[in-house]
């Protein structure tokens, strides 16, 4: 039996750690970019440690953590999106479908980076410096976009996200996907 407004635990230990590391060192590696290479390239191999678990999790980790919980088909997501322009979206108690192709953007956006840093070596010029610095860009683009997604939905829907990453808990309601 489904009881309406049961508190959940949604995001494990491991998506809270993860999650936060990510935001932690993805900030380390972009303030140190011009100055401080040293610190810059362990950050982005802390990265790219971080997703390769990440991968690894969304496979095997528990419920609201796998991949095949939250990457929903191209008809659910643009039908999510239309109900959210709308002002009507379903409420998930994971990740909604944009919330689902949004971790699948900054995971690929940021392993982009990070492989392409490795491959930067010591040329100062390049193709993967170029690579490099788009997918980085690419990523802050993203990473706008998804606290921008964060904040909506918190508003839409009359829940704290933020807090939900923290502690992990969200309220069940009897209308969830």
Request: net charge neutral; no cysteine.
């Amino acid at each position: 039996m489904v009881l309406e407004n049961q508190k959940v635990l949604v995001w494990d230990p491991f998506v809270r750690v993860f999650h936060w590391s990510l935001v932690l060192f993805y900030l380390v590696a972009w303030v140190s970019a011009e100055e401080w290479a040293s610190l810059h390239e362990r950050a982005g191999y802390f990265i790219l440690v971080l997703l390769g678990l990440r991968i690894v999790w969304g496979v095997i980790g528990t419920q609201h953590a796998r991949f095949r919980d939250f990457v929903y088909g191209g008809t659910v997501t643009v039908g999510y999106l239309r109900s959210l322009r709308a002002g009507t979206p379903r409420h998930y108690l994971g990740h909604n479908p944009a919330g689902g192709w949004m971790v699948i953007a900054l995971l690929l956006s940021l392993a982009v980076a990070g492989v392409s840093g490795i491959l930067i070596g010591d040329a100062e010029h390049g193709v993967w410096k170029e690579i490099h610095e788009g997918s980085a860009n690419m990523t802050l683009l993203l990473v706008v976009v998804h606290v921008s997604g964060v904040v909506l939905a918190s508003l839409i829907h009359g829940e704290n996200l933020v807090r939900a990453m923290l502690t992990g808990h969200k309220m069940r309601r009897s209308e969830d996907v």
